[in-house]
């Protein structure tokens, strides 16, 4: 996991003053890696905030605690850049979700890898499985999470078979 930007860093015009902002806010400047997807975290930062249902559509999750519960609370073994990793997630997945493995076979074949990574594809297929298996059973990280400013939920979900 890597520490989300203060919702002000979001905001800033480029990397320099957002690095500037969320030290302010957080003690910490912000990795290229964050700053990289923070467009992305601000569109759903705005939808959450401006229609309210869609909060109980819409969660946060991490795909290492997805593999884990959907691994019986059993870490993975490998690393999942790595050959075996890979492989291990894509079991693990197949064997909850049948559909796995032809799924991550389409994807591979249809992008190059300059444009999707092989586990970015495993990380958004756990999470779409999580969703549609638990049917809204999920579980919250930490159990009873704290609301930020705006009401929002601060909180990761998976699901446990």
């Not at 964050?34 to 819409?58: H, Y």
């Not at 049917?135 to 601060?154: A, I, N, V, Y």
Request: hydrophobic share 35%; with cysteine; glycine share 6%.
């Amino acid at each position: 996991m890597f520490p989300v930007p203060c919702r002000a860093a979001l905001y800033a015009e480029g990397y320099r003053g957002a690095c500037d902002i969320n030290e302010r806010h957080t003690g910490r400047r912000l990795s290229r890696q964050t700053w990289n997807i923070a467009g992305k975290i601000r569109e759903v930062d705005d939808l959450l905030r401006s229609r309210p249902p869609a909060r109980g559509v819409v969660r946060e999750i991490h795909p290492e605690v997805l593999f884990w519960a959907l691994n019986g609370g059993k870490s993975m073994k490998s690393n999942k850049r790595t050959d075996d990793g890979f492989k291990e997630r894509v079991q693990l997945l197949e064997l909850r979700y049948p559909e796995s493995q032809a799924i991550v076979a389409s994807v591979l074949n249809e992008f190059a890898r300059k444009d999707v990574e092989r586990d970015d594809i495993l990380d958004a297929l756990a999470a779409a499985a999580t969703g549609k298996l638990s049917r809204g059973s999920l579980r919250s990280l930490p159990e009873h999470p704290d609301r930020d400013s705006t009401g929002l939920p601060m909180q990761i979900v998976y699901w446990r078979p």
